[in-house]
Structure formats: C-alpha cells, structure tokens
C-alpha cells in the first residue's frame, strides 16, 4: 500500500509542488519513505527518482524493485529540468546515490548482514552522482538519452585501504504510441 499528500500552489505565475509518499510493506508492519520533495521553476529538491531513469517506459508491477531491465532508484537529489519547447526537455541532477557494498570475505566483520556467505553494507557515496538527460516527446511517443558519472569506491583487501576511479552509464530509452499498443524499450 502507498499513501501519499500532495499540496499544489503558484507563486509569482511558477506552480510551487510539495509531494510526501509513505509505503507499506505487505508486513503492515515495515513503513519507508518513498518520496519527499519540492518542486518549483524547474527546481527539485529532496528525494524521488533520479534523472537517469525514464519514467514513461516503466512497467506497471506491484514488485517493489520493478522488472530486471528497469532503471527504479529513489533518492536524495537537487535537479534542474529546463524546457526548450513543447518537444524538448533536458534535466541535470546532483545526486546522492545509496550503494551497496559486496564481499565474499567471511571474516569482514561488520554490522551489516550476510546472505549465503555473501556481505552486503548499504551506504551513502562520499561524492554525489550527475546524472542528466535530455528528452524529445510528441505524439507518437519520445526518446530519451540519459547519462550518469559516478565515482567508484572499492576496498583493496591487498592494500588495506579504499580507492576510488570515475565510472559512468548511459541509457537510450523511449515509447511509440500505436493504435493498439504502446511499445517501449530501454537499453
């Protein structure tokens, strides 16, 4: 179950947006914040989803993760989407990435957890991602290029000490509005 509030304004001709949206685990039990942010003149400040997924190509799925292919992550983000006409939209976004760590060390010890002999610890990276992307969208659909620069942290167990290197992704994703269908893709 998700429960959401949604307040709605205008300030100096500039529609101002608050947006807060709780989920329920199927627990009854577990509540997470799924997004908390504000939005105004192409501004967006809190947490929701990053600027590198596409959000029109989603498949509607009652899964939490979403399908394999999907690019699905929400969190803390300052993001700037200028619209250059009625077609045409780029977004650029700082954007602080929760990562997950992974070792098949068995003597890591941690306060994290292990699942079949594997460490996952969940954290915050020490430099935000930039994600950005630019978007054409018409009547017979859109098409959209996106990219992300990340810096990469890793352990060297050889060295005894943490490294970093500069990694990125891309994604072409995009819709084709037909009489009976519509069509995705991402890659």
């Known amino acids: 179950s998700r429960l959401n509030f949604k ?36 501004f967006t400040i809190g947490h929701t989803y990053s600027q590198f997924m596409d959000l ?5 799925t009652v899964d939490g993760e979403g399908p394999n292919p999907q690019i699905s992550r929400r969190q803390p983000i300052i993001a700037y989407n ?13 954007e602080a ?4 760590s992974i070792t098949n060390s068995s003597d890591w010890l941690l306060n994290n957890h292990y699942i079949d002999g594997i460490h996952y610890e969940t954290d915050f990276q020490a430099v935000p991602d930039l994600a950005t992307n630019v978007r054409y969208k018409g009547t017979l659909g859109h098409v ?3 990219g992300i620069l990340r810096n990469l942290y890793y352990y060297g167990i050889e060295t005894n000490q943490t ?14 509005n037909t009489k009976i269908c519509k069509l995705s893709m991402q890659t």
Do not use: M
Not at 163 to 168: A, D, E, I, T, V
């Open 82 to 94: 200028y619209y250059f006409s009625n077609y045409w939209k780029a977004a650029v976004s700082i």
């Open 97 to 100: 990435a929760a990562i997950q």
């Open 56 to 60: 029109d190509v989603g498949v509607q």
């Open 144 to 146: 959209q290029l996106s």
């Open 163 to 176: 490294n970093g290197k500069l990694g990125f992704g891309l994604a072409l994703s995009g819709s084709l």
């Open 7 to 42: 307040t709605v304004g205008k300030i100096r001709e500039k529609e101002l947006v608050s947006f807060v949206e709780l989920g329920i685990g199927s627990d009854n039990t577990n509540i997470t914040l799924r997004h908390a942010y504000v939005s105004y003149g192409g």
